[in-house]
């Protein structure tokens, strides 16, 4: 490895550690509460260290969502290549973007909130973020349009209307177990596979063919 190529894995420690401490910081105080110096202590950097990976918090917190969509783009572009049943796919891109809710709830809320019919100047960070939630919408329409074709999906369906919807639901189910998990699964006796199983199946039949 080259010493430029070392300095810059180096850099990207680094960064990932800021960002996984600013991400705890801002689920847990709050965007608004969270400071620089919250985030310096954090993970452990200096302030000056902090500033110079990132410009501002804003930074940061768009970082941060970018980090999360970059992650879960490569996870859904990996499953919908593999050779594997379509419903086995469908099933482990469901989980993906549970685990993205999971490690990244606030910039899921923040994703959740995007309006790009509102961005008449866009920053260059909002950009990205809009990209990657593209390129994510782009590989599932493929990928919806595909099981048409091969017989596993209703005739009928309009696949970019479907991921938009699909996306929805999804956000809105694991919304709901962050919530109210703990509630539900002890009122109908579920475990937390068991109720991801069961919002699988309500979610992705609608589908199927």
């Not at 919908?80 to 482990?92: G, L, N």
């Not at 973020?129 to 369906?157: M, P, Y």
């Not at 699964?185 to 991801?196: A, D, G």
Request: glycine share 8%; with cysteine.
């Amino acid at each position: 490895m080259s010493r430029e190529n070392k300095n810059e894995a180096v850099a990207a420690v680094h960064r990932k550690k800021i960002l996984e401490s600013a991400g705890r910081l801002f689920s847990e105080k709050g965007f608004e509460a969270a400071t620089i110096e919250d985030i310096s202590i954090a993970s452990g950097y200096s302030r000056r260290t902090v500033y110079a990976y990132f410009r501002s918090k804003e930074d940061i917190l768009h970082s941060f969502i970018c980090e999360g969509l970059s992650e879960l783009s490569g996870a859904v572009r990996d499953i919908v290549s593999r050779e594997t049943d379509f419903e086995k796919r469908c099933r482990e891109i469901f989980d993906a973007m549970g685990e993205f809710y999971r490690n990244y709830p606030l910039a899921a809320e923040i994703i959740n909130g995007f309006k790009p019919s509102e961005m008449s100047e866009p920053s260059e960070a909002a950009k990205r973020i809009f990209a990657l939630g593209e390129e994510i919408n782009d590989t599932l329409v493929g990928f919806v349009s595909g099981g048409i074709a091969s017989g596993n999906v209703r005739k009928g369906i309009v696949p970019e209307l479907t991921v938009y919807i699909l996306w929805s639901e999804i956000s809105a189910f694991y919304g709901l177990v962050q919530s109210k998990g703990e509630f539900i699964r002890k009122r109908f006796s579920f475990s937390e596979t068991e109720l991801c199983e069961y919002g699988f199946k309500q979610i992705f039949g609608s589908i199927f063919k």
